[in-house]
Nanobody
């Protein structure tokens, strides 16, 4: 299983970024993918998840209204559109896959990407 994130970078407060996560090596459909983030000294935090079979999503309260998770099933790719970014959004962002619960709990996901850095300053 391979998860490859891209789209991170540096942006000013109020700016936007779109993260992408391409998945390969496992059955993408009828599964769960999620985005998590981890800032130095903090625990890994669930940001959003999506059930790839039906498109149902969950979003953390801390980013609700600013971040949107979506997918392109033809490309086995999940996106995280991040708008109105704040300095506190600065973190390494990770893509994760394969969770029966499809929650925002990191422990429920089996596979992880290497991460992409997002810096807001």
């Amino acid at each position: 299983v391979q998860l490859v994130e891209s789209g991170g970078g540096s942006v000013q407060p109020g700016g936007s970024l779109r993260l992408s996560c391409g998945a390969s090596g496992y059955t993408y459909s009828s599964n769960c993918m999620g985005w998590f983030r981890q800032a130095p000294g903090n625990e890994r935090e669930g940001v959003a998840s999506i059930w790839t079979g039906g498109g149902n999503t969950s979003t953390a309260d801390s980013v609700k209204g600013r971040f949107t998770i979506s997918q392109d099933t033809s490309k086995n790719t999940v996106y995280l559109q991040m708008n109105s970014l704040k300095p506190e959004d600065t973190a390494m962002y990770y893509c994760a896959a394969d969770s029966h619960a499809c929650s925002l709990l990191a422990a429920s996901f089996a596979y992880w990407g290497q991460g992409t850095q997002v810096t807001v300053s």
